[in-house]
């Protein structure tokens, strides 16, 4: 362990309320009747439908086709008939939409056998039909990263990491799936002939860690590690923990697998597991649903395509009063207002907040607080001038495009000013102006 | 609903300016406290007019002016106390009014205010009334009710005699009674327990940095064993006699007349630690601190250009010192 690294963290301990739904196991609820899968689920290329209205379709039934390139397959979630395809809104905007009635009879249709000698390319050829995508936040589809990285991988570092305050569905899935993980980390690195892997855990979870530990031992593994990391937001970042967990600084517009790592994050280790050894596809995940508004916060085990109203009701519904809906967690999640929006496969929190007064932004006392707790040691505050003296280039020099979006700046700051949103505007407004490899 | 505007992050630190100053104004009350205790009931009148003083010239400036009040969020407050604080239990009241004046009107709020003056607003008045008002705040006494007239402590800083020599003739306090505060001085600079207290309470809060008043002290102390004929007394009273304490604990912490870097900070403190030392062994000249820190003052944005950190990923790490210089 780099012990100067961990002594010199830089982020910021936040109140992290996990204690509301880290001790619960994960539940599962009534399927609703309706599904909505929206085909932009994941990063690049929206899936095209491959199925008609009237179709009947089985759990694993192919719903929308990989469009090649980035991009992934989606399936149903429940056996029933494709009731409706329209254009309508998913978290990740306007796209095809398709609705399947559930018939509550829940028929599988399963992927073929692997056998035991599993090369890269079907394994990553399982990756692509499962439908994987990154479960942590981001929704990359999983086998371009594993079909990428074939040759370089050195290091499998999976992120265990959950930094965000609230969200607790990665740290149940270790607590609940620790042999599945490790039975599947063993698989991969025995594929991808790594010798190293390392599962970060945040060292506020001894539960996870205590359960990997035990798994690892009765797999008799010796070149699994867990490694702890300080509670210290963000660590859950994939840049920051390979540099903090490996000591390998990821270059700007380097990729983790340049720098030969291997990194996913722990659920969707666990999807690669069903589809794998279970031959499943993607069609189910653990959410936290929870927050002060919501009356009884649960960790759900919800099909793809279950909308939001629904898994509230199963949460026993709202507290009265002004709220915020999130998707995601509070520094980095995204508000939304439509409940009737359905999870994809990258919703790894719902979030209701109670909803404030708008913080007053008062004149900056240069405290330093931001460039102090900037994990990547940008200076948040001179960003922030530049954009609003419409100083853009300066943008450029303060390397404001090197931001990872975590939020600190505005969260600490004592004259909460927007530093955050002032970053981003100007990211936007630089866009396009040196788009020139 | 207005719901799409609302932005990551959704929730904010409890941090606010008010809470700082309000720390910083806690930190002060231990001093503040003493001062009353040794120097009796004018330094609370002192203090009461410090802080209404300096209150109200910015109320009175932001309502002449139509700017938005910001006397709640307490820094005029906390200007107005410190001022009361560096000033001799002798000093005549007006100069307590002299000094907010200008340290709220001129040094803070003619730059825009809040975080946007290039001085330290008391230290600049500070410096301003030694040099226009000598005779008039450096008549010392010592605490107590009898307020005996003493020599001046600041005068054995520039005085060439060693001062281990002078210990023996009981000129020179112990120093346990510089600890104690049973020394002359400004009011809220002798109890040294009492800034300590403060200290102590502004790194618990996080309001300032453990090694900024340490790395102060530690320049001044360095400098002085080095120009000082290495006597290590002589350093320890160059610490302790005079203004430096209370300088490195409320002074240098101050945010907007500092650099922003970790790093530059430290070089910050050391170099008024090290002018100060300068100045008080090659010029005689007491009260070094604040010329230091004035000086610093302006150089705080290079230290910034300076130092500027490493960005994640990136090799280069400089920023043009132009940049720097603007608030």
């Known amino acids: 362990m780099n012990l100067i690294k961990y002594l010199t963290t830089k982020g910021v301990k936040i109140p992290d309320h996990k204690e509301m739904t880290r001790d619960l196991n994960v539940v599962n609820i009534k399927t609703p009747k309706h599904l909505y899968y929206s085909m932009d689920m994941h990063i690049g290329k929206p899936a095209k439908p491959v199925v008609a209205v009237g179709d009947s379709v089985k759990i694993g039934s192919l719903l929308g086709k990989n469009q090649g390139g980035i991009s992934a397959n989606i399936h149903s979630s429940v056996s029933g008939k494709v009731i409706s395809i329209d254009e309508d809104g998913g978290f990740r905007g306007k796209c095809e939409l398709i609705t399947v009635e559930n018939d509550y009879k829940d028929e599988k249709v399963k992927l073929k056998d692997l056998g035991d000698d599993i090369s890269i390319e079907e394994f990553t050829k399982r990756l692509q039909e499962a439908g994987i995508t990154g479960k942590g936040g981001a929704g990359f589809p999983t086998h371009i990263k594993y079909e990428m990285e074939k040759h370089e991988a050195e290091y499998l570092l999976i992120n265990g990491a959950e930094c965000e305050p609230y969200s607790t569905s990665d740290h149940r899935c270790m607590v609940e799936y620790a042999d599945e993980i490790v039975k599947i980390t063993n698989l991969i690195m025995k594929i991808y002939q790594v010798d190293e892997t390392y599962i970060a855990v945040e060292n506020q979870m001894p539960e996870s860690k205590r359960a990997l530990n035990q798994a690892i031992k009765k797999s008799h593994s010796k070149s699994i590690k867990v490694y702890e990391l300080p509670s210290i937001y963000p660590q859950g970042h994939a840049a920051l923990q390979i540099d903090k967990v490996l000591g390998i600084e990821t270059k700007e517009k380097q990729r983790s697998g340049d720098v030969g790592v291997l990194q996913s994050n722990v659920s969707t280790i666990k999807a690669i597991h069903d589809a794998v050894f279970n031959n499943e596809t993607f069609f189910r995940r653990i959410i936290t649903v929870t927050g002060p508004m919501i009356k009884t916060p649960k960790n759900v085990m919800a099909r793809i395509g279950t909308e939001v109203a629904h898994l509230v009701e199963e949460c026993g519904g709202f507290y009265d009063g002004e709220r915020i809906n999130i998707t995601g967690g509070p520094m980095m999640g995204k508000s939304f207002g439509n409940l009737s929006l359905s999870v994809d496969k990258d919703t790894t929190t719902l979030l209701f907040l109670k909803r404030h007064s708008k913080t007053e932004e008062k004149a900056c006392i240069r405290c330093a607080r931001c460039i102090d707790h900037c994990p990547v040691s940008l200076q948040p505050i001179l960003i922030s001038s530049a954009y609003r003296t419409r100083e853009y280039d300066l943008g450029i020099t303060l390397k404001s495009e090197s931001c990872i979006n975590c939020g600190i700046c505005s969260y600490i700051c004592p004259s909460k000013i927007n530093l955050l949103d002032d970053i981003q505007n100007l990211n936007k407004e630089l866009e396009g102006k040196d788009d020139d490899q | 609903m207005m719901i799409s505007e609302l932005k990551a992050p959704f929730i904010r630190s409890e941090a606010t300016t008010?809470?700082?100053?309000?720390?910083?104004?806690?930190?002060?009350?231990?001093?503040?406290?003493?001062?009353?205790?040794?120097?009796?009931?004018?330094?609370?009148?002192?203090?009461?007019?410090?802080?209404?003083?300096?209150?109200?010239?910015?109320?009175?400036?932001?309502?002449?002016?139509?700017?938005?009040?910001?006397?709640?969020?307490?820094?005029?407050?906390?200007?107005?106390?410190?001022?009361?604080?560096?000033?001799?239990?002798?000093?005549?009241?007006?100069?307590?009014?002299?000094?907010?004046?200008?340290?709220?009107?001129?040094?803070?709020?003619?730059?825009?205010?809040?975080?946007?003056?290039?001085?330290?607003?008391?230290?600049?008045?500070?410096?301003?009334?030694?040099?226009?008002?000598?005779?008039?705040?450096?008549?010392?006494?010592?605490?107590?009710?009898?307020?005996v007239s003493a020599a001046t402590p600041l005068s054995l800083i520039g005085s060439d005699t060693s001062v281990s020599a002078l210990i023996s003739f009981s000129e020179v306090p112990s120093f346990y009674d510089v600890f104690m505060g049973n020394i002359g001085g400004n009011i809220g600079e002798t109890v040294k327990w009492a800034i300590l207290l403060g200290f102590a309470y502004l790194v618990i809060r996080k309001v300032i940095s453990f090694w900024v008043p340490i790395s102060m002290l530690g320049g001044l102390f360095l400098t002085i064993l080095l120009f000082g004929k290495s006597d290590f007394n002589i350093a320890l009273y160059h610490l302790t006699i005079g203004t430096a304490m209370f300088a490195a604990v409320f002074m240098v912490t101050d945010y907007t007349s500092g650099p922003m870097i970790k790093k530059a900070r430290i070089y910050y403190v050391l170099l008024i630690g090290i002018i100060t030392g300068v100045l008080r062994i090659l010029f005689y000249l007491p009260g070094g601190v604040g010329i230091a820190i004035l000086i610093m003052n302006v150089l705080a944005p290079v230290l910034d250009g300076v130092c500027t950190p490493r960005v994640f990923g990136h090799t280069g790490r400089t920023i043009p010192v132009s940049y720097v210089f603007r608030k």
Request: proline share 7%; aromatic share 10%; charged share 10%.
């Open chain 2, 18 to 147: 008010h809470g700082i100053m309000r720390d910083v104004l806690i930190a002060l009350i231990p001093v503040s406290a003493m001062a009353i205790v040794y120097f009796g009931i004018r330094s609370l009148h002192m203090i009461i007019l410090g802080i209404g003083s300096a209150v109200f010239f910015e109320y009175f400036y932001q309502k002449v002016m139509k700017k938005e009040s910001t006397i709640k969020d307490l820094s005029a407050a906390v200007t107005g106390l410190l001022i009361a604080l560096s000033l001799p239990p002798t000093a005549p009241l007006w100069i307590v009014l002299f000094g907010t004046a200008v340290a709220i009107i001129f040094v803070k709020q003619l730059p825009g205010g809040i975080g946007k003056n290039t001085f330290n607003p008391a230290v600049l008045s500070r410096v301003l009334i030694k040099i226009l008002f000598t005779p008039l705040i450096t008549n010392w006494v010592l605490p107590g009710p009898d307020a």
